[in-house]
């Protein structure tokens, strides 16, 4: 599971935010390499504003990673809408991440198996 510390600016968190929070990002774990995944951790900032009489609401994260930091950030009306969409560009974020820092060695298995496959057909 990954490591989260939530913080919130300006506004309290609801346990249920804290919980929506924990599983939607804690799932990201499987997009991290194994051999990094216990020194990666997240920073999550939620913050609630009002610009013009309207609310915004803003989710941040930075992952801490080897060699690296990944963060994204969205503001919409909607907090729990602002994690969903801070959470689909994390994973991308995060695949492309993986294909880089994939060993060498797996990277070849791959290929061969995936040209073994096409001989045989």
Do not use: W
């Not at 990094?36 to 504003?49: C, G, Q, T, W």
């Not at 609310?55 to 809408?81: D, R, S």
């Amino acid at each position: 599971m990954l490591k989260l510390q939530i913080n919130n600016i300006k506004t309290p968190i609801k346990d249920d935010l804290d919980k929506y929070v924990s599983k939607k990002l804690g799932k990201l774990d499987k997009y991290i390499p194994r051999q990094f995944r216990s020194n990666a951790h997240a920073e999550v900032f939620l913050k609630e504003f009002h610009v013009k009489s309207k609310k915004q609401c803003t989710c941040e994260v930075i992952m801490h990673l080897p060699g690296t930091e990944i963060a994204a950030t969205e503001t919409t009306l909607n907090i729990f809408a602002a994690v969903d969409i801070v959470e689909v560009k994390l994973k991308n974020q995060l695949k492309k991440y993986k294909g880089k820092h994939l060993p060498k060695t797996r990277i070849l298995s791959l290929i061969r198996r995936g040209n073994r496959r096409n001989k045989t057909r």
